[in-house]
């Protein structure tokens, strides 16, 4: 009989290799609720589903090494290499307003 078990971290790493929109998600939710510190490391996290950290950095066209150490804890990329490496998973920035901080000018206009 073979085995089936997989770690919570290699289904993890597959559901978000087989569902971008769900990896989309889980960045917005780091970049609701975090810091950067939070983001980096998610980001190396996230890395694991788009062939680890090295295979990113190739896509990326940026050194593997230096990209070991942005996204670490104290890594304080430039935007140039944040939207790189997120290109390279597939993604990009967006900006989009905060609701309850839109409500707040609303009200303030009335």
């Known amino acids: 009989m073979a085995n089936t078990h997989r770690t919570h971290e290699a289904a993890t790493t597959d559901m978000f290799k087989n569902d971008p929109e769900l990896a989309a998600e889980y960045l917005n ?63 990009r920035l967006a900006v989009q307003p905060i609701k309850s901080l839109h409500d707040e000018h609303s009200k303030c206009a009335v």
């Open 29 to 91: 939710s780091v970049l609701a609720d975090g810091d950067e510190a939070d983001l980096m490391l998610a980001l190396r996290s996230l890395s694991k589903s788009y062939g680890g950290v090295q295979e990113v950095a190739r896509q990326a066209e940026v050194n593997a090494h230096t990209l070991y150490r942005t996204l670490s804890e104290q890594g304080n990329p430039e935007l140039k290499t944040l939207s790189s490496i997120l290109r390279a998973m597939g993604m």
